[in-house]
């Protein structure tokens, strides 16, 4: 026999290395498992159409629903993708929101006392009570004890700077008056003692009566005359007294609606801007399922390490 045509006993060991190797792939490629990262896709076949199913954004698959030949109705769902960053993001959200209203409410029920009553009015404070139930009521939330007294404390507050103001503006009117009849009575003591001066200018002139009771005469004209003066003076300052309280009073009314106009404003601004970022996380929560357009029969399902391939036959 040739020596050639003898095989070697080293390429007859190394053919047979490969054709074990070879089963051994074939066999574990059968029986591994892959884990499910990522995101979800697939593809549906309804009659012959193929049509892909996508999450719009990535994530860990989370857990299968389906298995080979299920039947799936339109709307059920298929997969879920892992949805904690997404659920924690909407519950931060949420609490923004709440926070957000609760100040909406507080503005609210502070602003409409002092647009419809006068801080000094009967009930007050009361009314401000009733539009924060309102608006609990209108915004489908649970006001906390604290927000009622922080409505009801603020009112009141106000309430009790404005009556302090028109106390003092009370005192100042009464002092006024009581200047008034107190310039009246030295105004016809003026006039009394005016005539006897001028009197008793002549009875000096006639030598009737001596220059020192002339000139005493006349220093109890000067002396009226000042005290006429004093008594106008202090009206007049009593006077800049009433307008300066007048003017503290509107000024503590109007300050308190800019400052709540203001922070009504900046808190419907912000509860527009968390309602859509809420719509929009909860559109993003959604998505974390990936549900079946139509009624079909799940086909030729393979979960593979960077997609989910599902063929759906209707």
């Not at 009226?224 to 000024?251: C, G, H, M, P, Y």
Request: proline letters at 2%; glycine letters at 4%.
């Amino acid at each position: 026999m040739n020596k050639s045509t003898i095989s070697s006993p080293t390429i007859r060991l190394t053919a047979w290395l490969f054709v074990i190797l070879f089963i051994a792939i074939v066999v574990g490629s059968w029986f591994a498992k892959v884990e499910i990262v990522a995101r979800g896709a697939g593809r549906i076949v309804p009659t012959g159409r193929i049509q892909a199913i996508q999450s719009q954004f990535s994530g860990k698959i989370n857990e299968v629903l389906v298995t080979e030949g299920s039947y799936v109705k339109a709307g059920e769902t298929l997969v879920y993708l892992e949805s904690v960053q997404q659920e924690a993001e909407l519950d931060q959200l949420k609490a923004e929101f709440n926070r957000e209203i609760l100040a909406l409410n507080a503005a609210e029920s502070i602003l409409k006392p002092l647009e419809n009553s006068d801080p000094t009015d009967n009930g007050f404070v009361e009314m401000g009570k009733s539009y924060l139930l309102e608006a609990s009521n209108n915004y489908k939330t649970v006001n906390s004890a604290k927000l009622e007294i922080l409505v009801t404390s603020t009112l009141s507050a106000i309430r009790a700077r404005v009556a302090e103001i028109d106390a003092k503006f009370q005192r100042y009117e009464k002092a006024i008056s009581t200047q008034g009849a107190r310039i009246t009575w030295i105004e016809r003591e003026l006039k009394l003692v005016s005539e006897r001066n001028s009197s008793a200018e002549a009875l000096y002139k006639s030598g009737t009566i001596t220059r020192l009771e002339y000139l005493d005469r006349t220093r109890v004209t000067q002396d009226v005359q000042k005290e006429f003066e004093i008594a106008n003076k202090q009206k007049d300052e009593f006077e800049a007294l009433k307008i300066e309280a007048r003017t503290q009073r509107d000024s503590i009314i109007s300050g308190a609606l800019t400052k709540y106009h203001s922070d009504f404003f900046q808190a419907q601004t912000a509860v527009d801007k968390l309602s859509a970022k809420i719509k929009a996380s909860s559109s993003k929560l959604e998505n974390t399922k990936i549900v079946s357009p139509i009624d079909g029969c799940t086909d030729n399902l393979k979960i593979l390490q960077m997609e989910l391939l599902l063929m759906l036959v209707k």
